[in-house]
């Protein structure tokens, strides 16, 4: 239990340490040699931000990636269950066009995973409330950002001319009345325009996006789980070599495989090997 509990724990800091960094995602994507493939895939990690180092890996080596990726978490919680509305955690990775999110998944220790197409539709369905939301968000924060910039715009005009403005001689009746109709004439012409950048805008941009994920779905969904060879380092000591080379390697040939403890099915699987030196 302690060489593995020293392995796993190397590992771990291994991929933390070396998670893709923002410039490398925008490089693999963007690149000539990389192709999109209509389809969903389902990248299994420990890490719960970022990407994880085997992600590269797999770009560089198969040279496709799905029309969506979902790097997703299994998390274990002290708790016994999680209620389905709080099991799956969504984050989207910047910039959207790319369509990769993370998603940490939490059970209790008395939850089951169950059968890959119950959990692919829970997994699809929190993705697609997550897609609303996020849609909603995004343009009420451009829709407050376009307010507040023609508010500027409005109060910078107002202070340039009102030096050389000439000052009209109005009664006091004719005043409040030409003011009301002013306000309330520009008042309801704001709140129309923020009203539908706010409920229309989204509404159309969440459900081509949902149109997109449910596209891709029906052609394909693959599971991609890392198998991670650990080795120790050339310099390492003798024990430190022992415990790591043989050891470890014995204890992972004879415990329970990843897929079965995941409920991957094994037709869907691609494995991804990959060799971390701690």
């Not at 933390?16 to 995602?25: Q, T």
């Not at 970022?50 to 969506?68: D, E, K, L, Q, R």
């Not at 650990?230 to 415990?243: F, H, N, R, T």
């Amino acid at each position: 239990m302690a060489t593995w509990h020293f392995t796993q724990t190397r590992r771990y800091t291994f991929e933390l340490n070396n998670k893709v960094s923002g410039e490398k995602l925008r490089e693999l994507v963007s690149s000539q040699a990389i192709t999109r493939i209509p389809g969903v895939a389902l990248l299994y990690s420990e890490l719960v931000e970022g990407i994880p180092p085997i992600f590269s890996h797999f770009a560089a080596n198969i040279s496709y990636i799905s029309s969506v990726v979902v790097i997703v978490s299994m998390k274990r919680i002290p708790i016994s269950r999680v209620v389905p509305q709080e099991r799956f955690l969504f984050r989207q990775v910047r910039p959207r066009e790319y369509r990769i999110f993370r998603c940490v998944v939490r059970f209790g220790y008395k939850d089951a995973i169950g059968e890959p197409k119950e959990f692919e539709g829970q997994l699809v369905e929190n993705l697609k409330e997550f897609i609303r939301h996020q849609c909603l968000i995004n343009v009420t924060e451009e829709a407050t950002a376009a307010e507040n910039e023609q508010t500027d715009n409005t109060l910078s005009m107002e202070g340039k001319g009102s030096s050389n403005r000439i000052i009209p001689i109005h009664s006091s009746s004719d005043l409040g009345t030409e003011a009301n109709v002013s306000r309330v004439s520009s008042g309801s012409i704001q709140s129309r325009v923020v009203k539908s950048m706010r409920f229309t805008t989204p509404v159309q941009g969440a459900e081509g996006e949902i149109r997109f994920l449910e596209q891709a779905m029906e052609k394909n969904v693959l599971y991609m789980l890392g198998e991670a060879e650990v080795v120790a380092e050339p310099s390492s000591s003798i024990l430190k070599k022992i415990m790591v080379n043989y050891a470890n390697n014995f204890l992972r040939r004879n415990c329970r495989q990843g897929e079965k403890s995941l409920a991957i099915p094994h037709s869907r699987l691609v494995r991804i090997g990959m060799t971390y030196e701690i």
